[in-house]
């Protein structure tokens, strides 16, 4: 009779052999199979209008046997739900605090879903109507547990039509909250339009800006700063927002899951006026057909060359090398490897070194790949562009900010006491792997185009790690 260790060690060596005949013969594995959504069908037994009528003026807990279902509105993947499961039915909408991030993981928009709500509060937070799991001592409740979503949660079938109520923002009221609306012919204010972010991407502070409509009546859009979108620049244009209907204490608020639901792009705005498209629709993708190379080297394929147009007052930071096969097309660029200890001038072009600067240009670009990096993300930042003026002693100033697509950049209307435009290096870069276009828009600008002082510098911001190529800085 063989021992027990034999015998384990034969199974073992039978079961190796196996799993690796099996990796010889098949060297991935199947995409797993997406099972078709069932309906549990559960018996509901109470709406959510009578679910949020259970709350009087203190939390309450649910102590009966209630189910109620709704097709889920809210959506986290792009950042500015936060840990909250909002469901509508046909009588209202109700949102779960629910402590996890990435809800739409298992219940995306469009899913239905049955809640077992015994045991379950009822809470309100500054007048919005919550559900958690505890009582939290200050009139609202706590956050669902992760592990216990699935003894409160039951998951129907995905893709449920889900149609916005359309409303006037004077017709909104209490009943209507966290139910998904559709605002129709509003605008952001005049001073916002086109003019500010939807919060701050860099200090991950929430963002409050304002739509009107054509009557004047006004509503807050309240937007995280951690939201993938934050740092974008809110639309100029006037057209329709889907959103989640909130309030807060007695201002109405929208809450939007993402920028494709901000659809505001008509130019004719209230009141007559008319606005530019937005920059992201006429950012050029590709210089024009007539651009030719701001200065000698400015394609980076002889390093030397450029080196020798750069101004010797700033020099060339160390930091600043040559990628050799890195550049747009496969040729060479410049590289922004390091993390600067001041606002630094990358290099400056002299404006001896210029082989033409065409009278008539309109636009300087370049192409950018790369990111920037930080460990505090307060001491993020992007780049500036200043370009000479042709009185050789001012500059107008673009500045990159939050930078992550093609780019057309118009001079900042910021001016400093001597003239000069202001360099702002707040921002994040993060191309994602891929070469976009940064255009300045020169075609108003009075720039230097004697041989005297500078034509064109590139500036940076202090503390943020960059890793960027920089291409073709060509004028057309």
């Known amino acids: 009779m063989k021992s027990f260790s034999i015998i384990f060690k034969t199974l073992l060596v039978a079961v190796l052999a196996s799993t690796l005949t099996t990796s010889c013969i098949k060297d991935k594995y199947d995409e797993p199979v997406q099972l078709p959504d069932v309906d549990p069908n559960l018996e509901v037994n109470l709406t959510i209008e009578q679910l949020k009528d259970l709350y009087k003026t203190e939390p309450v807990q649910i102590t009966e046997d209630y189910i109620i279902s709704g097709v889920v509105i809210s959506d986290d993947q792009d950042g500015n739900v936060y840990q909250t499961l909002i469901i509508q039915d046909e009588t209202g909408g109700v949102g779960f605090r629910v402590q996890r991030t990435d809800l739409f993981t298992d219940f995306p928009f469009g899913r239905k879903v049955y809640v077992k709500l015994k045991g379950l509060w009822v809470g309100s937070f500054n007048n919005l109507i919550q559900i958690g799991a505890a009582d939290d001592g200050q009139g609202s409740v706590t956050l669902i547990s992760a592990s216990f979503v699935g003894d409160f949660f039951v998951k129907g079938p995905r893709g449920q039509v889900v149609t916005p109520l359309e409303i006037d923002i004077a017709d909104l009221s209490s009943k209507y909250q966290n139910t998904l609306i559709k605002l129709k012919d509003v605008q952001f204010i005049e001073s916002q339009a086109g003019k500010v972010t939807y919060a701050d991407a860099v200090k991950k502070q929430n963002g409050t800006t304002n739509l009107e409509d054509c009557n004047g009546n ?41 920028t494709s639901d901000v659809q505001l792009t008509n130019s004719d705005r209230c009141g007559g006026g008319t606005v530019d498209p937005p920059l992201d629709t006429i950012a050029p993708s590709v210089p024009g057909p007539d651009a030719k190379l701001l200065f000698p080297g400015a394609d980076f394929e002889d390093f030397a060359v450029f080196k020798a147009q750069v101004d010797s007052k700033f020099g060339l930071k160390p930091y600043a090398v040559s990628a ?36 008539g240009a309109k636009y300087i670009s370049f192409y950018v790949k790369g990111k920037t990096t930080a460990v505090d993300p307060k001491d993020l930042k992007s780049i500036s562009i200043n370009v000479q003026r042709s009185n050789g002693t001012n500059y107008d100033v673009f500045n990159a900010l939050n930078l992550s697509s093609n780019a057309l950049l118009k001079a900042s209307t910021e001016i400093q006491s001597n003239g000069n435009g202001t360099n702002d290096y707040r921002g994040v870069i993060d191309t994602k792997d891929k070469w976009v276009l940064v255009t300045l828009d020169i075609a108003e600008l009075d720039v230097n185009r004697t041989n005297t002082s500078t034509i064109f510098s590139i500036k940076v911001g202090s503390k943020s790690t960059f890793d960027l190529l920089i291409d073709n800085i060509v004028v057309w």
Do not use: C, H, M, W
């Open 218 to 258: 006004k509503i807050e859009l309240r937007t995280s700063g951690y939201a993938k979108f934050a740092g974008d620049v809110v639309p100029a244009g006037k057209g329709d927002v889907v959103a989640i209907y909130q309030i807060y204490k007695a201002s109405n608020q929208l809450l939007i899951n993402r």
């Open 324 to 359: 050799i096969g890195e550049g747009f097309g496969g040729g060479n660029a410049l590289a922004l490897r390091g993390t600067p200890g001041g606002n630094d001038y990358v290099f400056s072009i002299l404006a001896s070194a210029q082989a033409t600067f065409p009278v």
